[in-house]
């Protein structure tokens, strides 16, 4: 006979529950970006000096980052909306594998690794939900700078050869514009013997946030943000106080908030040339946008179908097609979205259908045919991003959505209910 718990004694997943059709008012706040400030963490491992990085978002990720570089010997202290860090007390050249399996961003160690130590080993960070996530262009951009680099067991090992241990700059083609890639190889290039020229770099806002920080430190960067990057290495960078870009997808995830409920909010701060295409894309479906500075204020009545690509920057974000998708699942008309960056990022349509959305899928491409209104169920995130689409969709549904996968969403969306029920949302979260 099993035992049976009260339901005051359920143990329930941690869930959003989202009472929809509620029309949102007043302003939402940008954080700093997820996705460039674990990679300025790393660059903390280049530099024996302090490393004060600002408007860094608290997120399970940065957590985990910390939590990574603080077991390299790097210090790693939070002063409000701050990060202190001190890389001094560098004394590890591999990351425990148990901290690094979770999180992707770890990868981000190997360049500055090699770069101050002349070694490292790094476990390959696991393909996740939205594909296989390989790192070849990061081990073939390290041996053109003199690394030598085996992989075995699933452990990245790379060792510099002769005499100071020291990277050699080179010239590298990526054959793909590759975020993570492009700024592995610069921090890696920074201290390096001579010039490093990356070719077919990655032109995303987060690589000039780099470059930006490892100016501060002294490194000699140019071209950032455009194809070619250029590096001279130096002897050693000196510590830096810099400030985090604004978040650039929780905006764009903010902005189709207000359009999916068809409500006027104001979005703060947003740099909007970090947004062209999305901005793009709100007012081919009948968005206004009023741009005042980096305030932007958003108003939607009705929303028309429009057909989008994602691409690498400047071309529509990856990181925006899931939650740009739920909206689409409530416009007239039949939308047409093809995800050309990742393999296996269309796992949210399964989750929208739940709730009424009229989609179907051939191979990377999505059909989505307008609904007048999303019905409330109980769906789940597959990816940080998918999870956030279906908190949108539970937005305008009527009646209640929840939502699970929040183990996703908190690693990149810091307190997202709070910031929402701030504007009149209805979120509870139950866990
Ligand atoms: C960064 O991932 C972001 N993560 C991702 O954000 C983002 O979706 C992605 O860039 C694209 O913009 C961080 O910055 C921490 P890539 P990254 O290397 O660097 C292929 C989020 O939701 N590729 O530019 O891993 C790869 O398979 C996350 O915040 C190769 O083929 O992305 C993918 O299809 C998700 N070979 C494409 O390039 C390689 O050697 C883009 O990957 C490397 C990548």
Redesign the pocket.
């Known amino acids: 006979m099993t035992a049976t718990l009260a339901p005051s004694q359920q143990i329930l997943t941690p869930q959003l529950e989202i009472a929809g059709g509620r029309p949102l008012s007043g302003e939402l706040r940008v954080s700093g970006a997820?996705?460039s400030a674990?990679?300025l963490m790393a660059a903390s491992l280049l530099t024996e000096d302090q490393l004060r990085l600002r408007n860094v978002p608290p997120l399970t990720d940065i957590e985990g980052m910390a939590e990574i570089l603080i077991s390299l010997g790097v210090s790693a202290k939070r002063d409000g909306e701050a990060l202190e860090m001190n890389g001094s007390g560098l004394s590890q050249s591999a990351p425990p594998y148990e901290l690094v399996n979770s999180l992707?961003?770890s990868f981000f160690c190997i360049g500055p690794l090699l770069a101050r130590l002349g070694i490292a080993r790094v476990p390959l960070p696991g393909g996740c939900q939205?594909?296989?996530?390989?790192?070849?262009?990061?081990v073939k951009g390290l041996k053109a700078l003199g690394a030598q680099v085996t992989i075995e067991h699933g452990v990245v090992s790379a060792v510099v050869p002769g005499r100071g241990h020291r990277l050699k700059g080179g010239r590298i083609h990526l054959?793909?514009?590759?975020?993570?890639?492009t700024?592995t190889l610069m921090m890696a290039a920074a201290l390096a013997e001579g010039e490093t020229v990356i070719e077919n770099a990655?032109l995303?806002p987060?690589v000039i946030d780099l470059a930006g920080l490892l100016l501060a430190m002294g490194a000699k960067v140019r071209g950032a943000g455009t194809p070619t990057i250029t590096i001279v290495g130096v002897d050693r960078l000196h510590g830096a106080d810099y400030a985090v870009i604004p978040d650039r997808?929780e905006a764009g995830t903010f902005l189709l908030a207000a359009a999916i409920t068809r409500s006027c909010l104001t979005v703060a701060p947003v740099i909007t040339d970090h947004l062209g295409a999305v901005l793009t894309k709100l007012e081919e479906v009948g968005c206004h946008l009023d741009i005042q500075g980096t305030n932007v204020t958003i108003s939607a009545q009705e929303i028309q179908a429009v057909d989008l690509r994602t691409q690498?920057?400047p071309g529509f974000?990856?990181?925006l097609q899931a939650p740009f998708m739920s909206l689409l699942a409530t416009a007239q008309g039949t939308s047409v979205i093809t995800e050309n960056?990742?393999?296996n990022r269309l796992q949210h349509v399964g989750e929208l259908q739940r709730m009424g959305a009229a989609i179907r899928t051939q191979g990377n491409t999505a059909f989505i045919e307008g609904v007048s209104r999303l019905s409330g169920a109980p769906v789940q995130g597959s990816?940080?991003?998918a999870s956030a689409a279906m908190v949108l969709a539970g937005l305008a549904a009527e009646g209640i959505t929840t939502v699970q996968g929040l183990e996703y969403l908190d690693r990149?969306y810091a307190d997202f209910e709070g910031k929402l029920n701030a504007v009149g949302a209805s979120i509870r979260r139950l866990s």
């Open positions: 997820k996705n674990l990679v992707r961003a939205i594909g296989t996530r390989p790192v070849v262009e990061h054959d793909c514009p590759s975020v993570g890639a700024e990655a995303e987060e997808i690498p920057f974000p990856t990181d960056i990742f393999e990816d940080l991003r990149g």
